[in-house]
């Protein structure tokens, strides 16, 4: 499809809106989600009685090189799903996604904040480890702040062993004219650079247009949840003689806190940002527990459409779908009983909702205590590929394929996180944090994920040798930028 030339004072007709309508609720209506958001019981739905601890289906049986679709919520707080203790907030696509396979109780992001988690996806390596990962998250176009085009990623790796890939919505690890998915691995893209964007209009917090179709701008002023949406149905619709990796990445439910319906707002906040106000997008003077609960099951709604589209594609069983938030929440997000949020590297900063589903390959209703990070999933999804990742550029995670598909114990490590002024490593159930006044904690997050019961005295010994194993992997990073 071309892209139209982009206006930058765009006129949003009443027919065009219509329009969008019109398509949206026939993809609702073709996906069988009704106007409450129930998809067709085609996914086994999650419920706290019937869940039963991990257990792998078969360890003899041998594995196909499956789909992947991968998908990333944004900002999500670790209990905004219903399946995972949400007050109010109703999920019942998602709830089903985790009920048809593993919902994960410890999974962790790579960082609390969006591009260095992104980073830690692509590469399977710590943040970093690259100059673009010291960005904590990237705001402005550099030269230097991105995934490098010699620098392996998933998506190169999958396509040199004969996968299709494609990324769809949020990129935000580095702007053009520098850094793009398609010099990256993905035969192609669609969606936004920046790390937030009005969902109307497409004006990203830097004051610019975002929205692309590979690298070319793309005008399309409808709700960004359903252009997403619509793009994934179309890729998941289409004949695929090849496997495939799809990365969908929602912006949704990150700021502006706008719904579907909110045009208002967004002209409100779009209108400020052409005048020169500063800051706009953050939306400091907006949003509300309500809105936020609208847009999240919005986001649900649409993830049924997608889940229907894949089913009805014929693919469903030979395609593995993951689910999870980039990081911890914001201000509106629900995650009790942990502290912290986006941006700390407390529990509730970088412990976020996980979801595994592979119809056949991986037993429905299971609950998975144990701790595992963004950068296993990496290491485990090219093996199940069976593509070997990069000599020069070893990996951080390891696999978790023997362990979810063939029984074995989950591999011992330290678990590693770094931000500026702050740092954290759990090994264990222990997890030792340094907070940004510089003090040293200890918890035992099996006993207290609220992280209130600091052991640092008691377990000084403890305390020393996570503080030492920390700082060895730490001398491997890159060192931040001064000033």
């Not at 678990?415 to 904690?441: E, S």
Request: with cysteine; aromatic share 10%.
């Amino acid at each position: 499809m071309t892209a139209p030339t982009h206006d930058p004072n765009p006129v949003r007709t009443t027919a065009a809106v219509e329009l969008s309508r019109r398509r949206f609720a026939g993809l609702l209506g073709a996906a069988g989600i009704g106007a409450a958001g129930t998809a067709a019981p085609s996914f086994v739905p999650a419920n706290a009685a019937t869940e039963q601890p991990f257990a792998a289906l078969d360890r003899g049986r041998a594995l196909p090189r499956p789909n992947f679709l991968i998908i990333l919520g944004d900002d999500m707080g670790w209990a905004d799903l219903s399946s995972y203790g949400a007050p109010t907030i109703r999920t019942p696509n998602l709830d089903r996604l985790a009920g048809s396979g593993v919902r994960f109780t410890q999974a962790y992001s790579a960082s609390s904040v969006c591009s260095p988690t992104r980073f830690g996806l692509y590469t399977g390596r710590y943040p970093g480890r690259l100059v673009g990962g010291l960005q904590e998250p990237i705001g402005e176009p550099t030269e230097v702040d991105g995934i490098p085009t010699d620098h392996p990623t998933l998506a190169s790796m999958l396509k040199g062993v004969g996968y299709d890939t494609a990324l769809i919505g949020k990129w935000h690890c580095g702007y053009l004219p520098w850094f793009s998915p398609t010099r990256v691995g993905w035969d192609e893209f669609f969606g936004n650079f920046s790390g937030g964007l009005d969902y109307f209009s497409k004006v990203n917090h830097n004051g610019d247009y975002d929205l692309y179709e590979n690298e070319v701008e793309y005008e399309d002023l409808r709700y960004y949840t359903e252009i997403l949406t619509e793009r994934t149905v179309d890729f998941l619709t289409r004949r695929h003689d090849r496997p495939w990796l799809l990365n969908l990445n929602f912006t949704t439910p990150h700021w502006p806190w706008e719904g579907p319906g909110d045009w208002a707002v967004s002209d409100d906040l779009t209108q400020r940002m052409r005048d020169g106000e500063q800051g706009v997008l953050f939306h400091r003077d907006g949003g509300s527990v309500a809105k936020y609960t609208e847009m999240v099951e919005d986001l649900d709604r649409s993830i049924g459409v997608i889940l229907r589209a894949l089913q009805r594609s014929g693919q469903l069983e030979d395609t593995l779908v993951f689910f999870a938030s980039d990081n911890g929440g914001e201000r509106f997000s629900y995650y009790w009983p942990l502290s912290g949020g986006k941006g700390d590297l407390d529990e509730g900063g970088i412990r976020v909702p996980t979801l595994l589903s592979w119809p056949g390959k991986l037993r429905s209703r299971q609950v998975h205590h144990a701790p595992v990070m963004t950068v296993d999933w990496t290491a485990t999804f090219l093996e199940l590929a069976g593509a070997e990742p990069a000599a020069v550029y070893p990996p951080d995670g390891v696999s978790l394929v023997d362990h979810l598909f063939r029984g074995a114990r989950v591999p011992e490590r330290d678990l590693f996180w770094r931000m500026k002024g702050q740092r954290a490593l759990r090994r264990g159930d222990l997890k030792y944090v340094r907070t940004t006044d510089g003090t040293d904690h200890l918890y035992d997050v099996a006993a207290d994920a609220r992280e209130q019961a600091d052991l640092a005295v008691e377990r000084s010994g403890d305390l020393a040798d996570l503080r030492t194993s920390w700082e060895a992997v730490d001398e491997t990073l890159l060192p931040y930028p001064s000033g």
